[in-house]
């Protein structure tokens, strides 16, 4: 037995050095890159300038602070495709330079070796570099395949992510029908997202030797459980202890009906040296009693090693409850809400260096910001201190010494890299551009302006609205409007960039956007958050009919040219609005939207989000609130129906099933009203592939031209 095993480790290291400075060859050789010349007409955004945009990736900082790694995506509408590069420069954005060439994706840098060399994910393996693209060797050779990867800090294990199998599939259940297409299902969860379940994710940790890793052990070996978990969850859902010897793991221990009734995931602490795992979040020492019975996730130690933090939520079955900032004393198994004094969600953290407190960003006011925290602020109800202002939003955030690198976008650019002083002096934080990825588009578009407004709601609150308007902007014409409808229900309407429902290209085609903060978005408080669950026809519908007639009354709004789109919730909006609008509207999308909603309690996967927003389930009668929800779904409103409307949907989406707008489409039909059915049989929630993304958006203005903008146009 002992000769074999030497055998396997000088075979995988022989395999390793032979895959120095070659990169396997793919079958497709055609590499997709920065887009230099791009036809842009009069200044003005359109579908291809959209889809030639480079899409950068979260930075990683090298461990003396100098250079700084990170990712882009470029697309090509012709081959249908994308494909990932990594590039590093220098602290101060300086020597900018792509290191990966061929047609495969590179991802996920991450520094090791002391920063001497540059790991990155390709074809489900690790790969190493020299930090300016030489000496490229392989350093796994894991059959099953590698989705994530962390290094320790000694750099003596590899912690990865691959999937197990958790299911049989028909031909193993009879292996005399090895062509049946039939798939058996015994339990909830058998679909998620975009997929038929049949694997798991699961944690791996593996011996490194600095060449090739060997003692590969699955920490949750023999459990059907997901870490990370789906569909989402990467390996921020993971965090190596400072000493090496431990690793905190998300994860939610259930499986069929439990798992998608719950969603009370814990962070689990698992010992290398006994192999022992300890439930972090349920321990009877927290402080003041802390409930943490919804989602906890992304773990991260104290750079000291004394305290391990992580985004709790409060309530089970609850996917939009605050999200806290919760803070757990190793050696004490004491556990505080480190943000209680914040009354809105901890998106994104960092501790500092010091292990004394943290950096992170949360929505306020319709921008996302970045602000300080101290680790025991929440002693004096002390909120965070907020460092960095203005019309955009930041997005990741990692440490580099006396500043952050940070991902930021707004209405008008999508993501760059900048260096953001933690320095705080009574002024906000005067942060610098590193990168300009997209700086040869930009500087040959005309952006419209983007504007902040406060309207009365009809209960007498103030709610912000944004208003975007045509590049070209003449307050003596009057411009076609289009009320935008968000998603989510619960996410926020921030300074957002999207490659899809993108405000700027709306603005170039001569549409003035209304996109209301309506009550159920986080940044307003935990009550205005809280004020759409089980009322989605009630006070939001009432809050996007008001910022729309307010925004009607301007001079340079056509109020007979009024139009309504949404995705999501915003396709549910859509269809609710379209019988009850009053004719205010000229033509309705709706995008992913639920028209049915006790079909939709039934289809979705994740029941617990059909279970506290709609209330309950339709049939229980004795539940005012589920009979309220169900009362008002649009589909019961159809007799109202008047207007010409757009249904849009991808067949793969296991959300929010694509039957919903066949229904929708088929009903308006019925009713002898103009309609359209698009239906992407190979896209999700979202639109993915770059031609199905240009004919969404050519459908979208299309639709919009023919029964908003030409008044001519009857029906």
């Known amino acids: 037995m002992k000769s074999i095993k030497i055998m396997t480790a000088i075979a995988s290291l022989m395999a390793t050095t032979l895959a120095c400075d070659t990169i396997e060859k793919s079958t497709d050789t055609t590499v997709i890159g920065k887009q230099q010349d791009i036809a842009i007409e009069n200044g003005l955004m359109s579908p ?46 300086s020597e900018n330079k792509q290191l990966t060439t061929s047609s495969d994706s590179e991802n996920s840098p991450a520094w090791i070796k002391e920063g001497s060399k540059l790991a990155f994910l ?28 962390a290094f320790s800090p000694n750099g003596k294990k590899l912690l990865f992510i691959s999937q197990v199998k958790t299911v049989k599939t028909t031909a193993e259940k009879y292996p005399d029908l090895p062509k049946a297409s039939g798939i058996i299902v015994d339990d909830l969860m058998y679909k998620h997202w975009d997929e038929w379940v049949t694997t798991a994710p699961h944690p791996f940790v593996a011996d490194f030797d600095g060449r090739s890793i060997s003692n590969v052990k699955d920490i949750l070996k023999g459990e059907p459980y997901e870490s990370p978990m789906k569909p989402f969850g990467g390996i921020e859902q993971l965090a190596w202890s400072p000493s090496s010897d431990k ?5 939610r221990k259930k499986t069929g009906l439990a798992y998608a009734t719950s969603t009370d995931s814990d962070i689990y602490l698992y010992d290398l040296q006994t192999e022992e795992t300890e439930n972090l979040c349920k321990n009877e020492n927290d402080t003041g009693k802390l409930q943490s019975d919804g989602y906890d996730i992304n773990p991260q130690f104290s750079p000291d090693g004394k305290f391990i933090a992580w985004q709790s939520m409060e309530r089970d079955g609850y996917e939009s409850d605050l999200n806290r900032l919760v803070v757990l004393d190793l050696e004490k198994k004491e556990k505080f809400n480190a943000s209680s004094a914040f009354p809105t969600n901890v998106d994104t953290y960092v501790w500092n260096p010091t292990s004394d407190g943290f950096y992170l960003t949360g929505t306020w006011h319709g921008t996302e910001q970045i602000y300080r925290l101290g680790l025991n602020d929440w002693k004096e109800n002390k909120a965070p201190e907020k460092i960095t202002e203005g019309l955009h939003d930041y ?21 760059e890299l900048y260096a953001v002083p933690v320095e705080f002096n009574g002024k906000y934080s005067e942060t610098t551009q ?109 809050d996007y009919l008001t910022a729309i007639d307010e925004i009607a009354k301007e001079p340079f709004v056509d109020e007979n040219r009024l139009g309504c789109v949404g995705a999501s919730f915003g ?18 999308i709706a995008h992913d939207g639920i028209f049915n909603m006790e079909m939709q309690y039934l289809e979705t996967e994740e029941k617990w989000f059909a279970n506290w927003d709609m209330g309950g389930a339709y049939w229980d009668k004795n539940n005012s609130i589920a009979q309220r929800t169900f009362a008002n779904s649009p589909h019961r409103f159809v007799d109202k129906w008047d207007t010409p409307i757009l249904c849009i949907h991808g067949e793969k989406d296991y959300r ?17 009203i103009p309609a359209e059915l698009l239906i992407f049989p190979d896209e999700n929630h979202w639109v993915l592939q770059p031609q199905n993304g240009v004919l969404w958006q050519r459908t979208f203005f299309n639709w919009l031209d023919k029964w908003v903008k030409n008044t001519s146009t009857k029906h």
């Not at 930090?131 to 059959?143: F, I, N, S």
């Not at 500043?403 to 999508?414: F, G, K, P, Y």
């Not at 411009?479 to 700027?504: D, I, K, M, T, V």
Request: proline share 4%; with cysteine.
């Open 247 to 251: 690793i905190a793991y998300t994860c």
């Open 434 to 542: 590193l990168t300009t990825e997209n700086k040869h588009i930009y500087d040959k578009l005309e952006m419209g302006r983007v504007e902040k407004r406060w309207i009365k709601t009809t209960d007498g609150k103030e709610m912000l609205t944004w208003i975007i308007y045509p590049p070209q902007f003449d307050a003596n014409k009057q411009y076609p409007a289009l009320l935008y409808c968000e998603g989510g229900p619960q996410s926020p309407l921030s300074q957002f960039w999207s490659y899809r429902w993108n405000f700027q290209i709306m603005a170039a085609n001569d549409y003035i956007i209304v996109a209301p903060c309506r009550r159920g978005m986080p940044g307003f408080g935990v009550e205005w958050n809280e004020a759409i669950s089980g009322d989605y026809g009630g006070q939001c519908m009432k």
């Open 122 to 149: 390709t074809n489900g393996q690790v790969w190493e570099m020299n930090p300016d693209g030489t000496e490229r060797c392989q350093l796994t050779d894991y059959k099953e395949g590698i989705d994530g990867f």
């Open 48 to 93: 291809e300038v959209l889809w030639a945009m480079g899409r950068i990736g979260s930075p990683s900082v090298s461990p003396d602070g100098k250079k700084i790694a990170y990712t882009v995506s470029y697309y090509s509408v012709k081959e249908n495709k994308g494909h990932t590069v990594i590039y590093v420069m220098n602290a101060d954005g």
């Open 571 to 588: 396709g549910f909006s859509v269809y609710w609005l379209a019988g009850h609008h009053d004719k205010r509207f000229k033509a309705f």
């Open 656 to 672: 929010i099933l694509a039957n919903q707008a066949m229904a929708a489409f088929d009903a308006a039909k019925m009713r002898g």
């Open 395 to 415: 997005g990741n955030i990692v440490m580099n010494g006396n500043e952050l690198i940070a991902t930021r976008h707004s209405m008008s650019q999508a993501d």
